[in-house]
């Protein structure tokens, strides 16, 4: 069972990315998967929500109208599209699955985003 996140780097201001949390050895489906983000020296922010069971999706205010999530139910994976970036939305992006059946929580190791000039 794991999560593994992939697509950070470093982008200019303005600028795009796609992240990717690829699930291995359990299937999305019937979960809640959080995106969360983390910058230096800050507390963990939520930042966007996708519940696959009816794919209803949240946003944190910081990011609606710039961040997209979604999920390929064919390849287990969920993205978060990630357009215009700042500044502030420099961090370490984690997802995160919350079993609906299970209660169950299973969580990845991260992605560093850096947007910088």
């Known amino acids: 069972v794991q999560l593994v996140e992939s697509g950070g780097a470093l982008v200019q201001p303005g600028g795009s990315l796609r992240l990717s949390c690829a699930a291995s050895?359990?299937?999305?489906?019937?979960?809640?998967i959080v995106w969360f983000r983390q910058a230096p020296g800050k507390g963990r922010e939520g930042v966007s929500c996708i519940v696959t069971t009816d794919n209803s999706t949240y946003y944190a205010d910081s990011v609606k109208g710039r961040f997209t999530i979604s999920m390929d139910t064919g390849k287990n994976i969920v993205y978060l599209q990630m357009t215009n970036l700042k500044p502030e939305d420099t961090a370490v992006y984690y997802c995160s699955a919350f079993s609906l059946r299970t209660g169950r929580t299973s969580w990845g190791q991260g992605t560093q985003v850096t947007v910088s000039s």
């Open positions: 050895g359990f299937s999305l489906g019937h979960h809640s």
